[in-house]
């Protein structure tokens, strides 16, 4: 399967981190930022599909935005104002558009850890 995907795990609370809003962007010829999708996790903390499809994959530099903050305060938890983690940034790049990407957030109020997946 090639393509992007993502998922969240909200390592605080051990679930899947569901409703989260997400953007994913391109980085364009004039050094700026296009953006490409926008999408919400779903009760598996995954999106219904993927973030980039096989078809649509071009080498090149992306980023995914995660809104943090909204998902902890909506779920009532306490956190400083201004959050110490309000949208998580992942720069990342795409070498080889026939492969499969996966960046998977691993999730708590104030830290994060991303890698390549499967």
């Given at each position: 399967m090639?393509?992007?995907?993502?998922?969240?795990?909200?390592?605080?609370?051990?679930?899947?981190?569901?409703?989260?809003?997400?953007?994913?962007?391109?980085?364009?010829?004039?050094?700026?930022?296009?953006l490409v999708r926008e999408a919400e996790t779903n009760a598996d903390g995954r999106c219904d599909a993927p973030l980039l499809a096989p078809e649509a994959a071009t080498a090149g530099k992306y980023r995914l935005e995660f809104d943090a903050g909204d998902y902890f305060r909506r779920l009532g938890t306490a956190l400083a104002e201004p959050a110490f983690l309000d949208v998580v940034?992942?720069?990342?790049?795409?070498a080889d558009p026939a492969a499969?990407?996966?960046?998977?957030?691993?999730?708590?109020p104030y830290g994060y850890s991303t890698y390549r997946g499967s």
């Open positions: 090639a393509g992007l995907t993502t998922h969240i795990l909200d390592t605080s609370a051990g679930t899947p981190a569901a409703g989260v809003s997400l953007r994913l962007f391109r980085k364009d010829a004039a050094d700026g930022w296009e940034t992942i720069d990342f790049g795409i499969h990407y996966h960046v998977p957030l691993l999730l708590a």
